[in-house]
């Protein structure tokens, strides 16, 4: 899932949600439902079969954008075979091949394109992060977060290898359980408002 809030944007989000239609329809998805009141859009789009859910592409795409123009969120779910059931891909690539688990890949990629194309509408001036979708206003501050994703990435493999007693930690104490590094709190991750 992607979402962030945007503000001082000269967009009218009407102007998004007519866009990410076109976008979902130029991509033949079918759109099930709409709800469209005063500041709130939401719509509901499927590309449905049984070779489509077998194989782990996208299903279903659910957009909401709320808010005026001046301050609005856009919220972006692609439902994805694998992701949504909690398997990963490791496992899907145990059970179902190789092919399956390219295809759950596959799917992740098409979710990051639609924030993309969604983002640069809003103001294609702005950075997206590659690992989580948030966004930044300058190149400097996009590779302050990625370095904090790196720092995340290290510590995550310590905690992982006390946690297995390979560094003498016997998988007990603060890194054992978990607490070093991680976290939203560490290194100043970027918010959701832009």
Known sequence: MRRH??????????????????????????????????????????KSNTARIIMGRVRDVDIVIAGTKGKFEVQLHAGIWGRDMAIPAIEGLATLGIAAAADVHSAHKFEEKLWEQIVNKIDSSLKICRLDGLLFKSDEELTEHQQVHQQQAQGSTMNQMLMMGMLGGGGMGMYGMGMGYGGFGYGGLGGLWI
């Open 5 to 46: 809030g945007f503000v001082e944007r000269d967009i009218d989000p009407k102007d998004v949600y007519l866009h990410v239609k076109e976008l979902l329809q130029s991509q033949e998805f079918k759109i099930t439902s709409e709800d469209t009141k005063d500041g709130f859009w939401d719509i509901h789009a499927k």
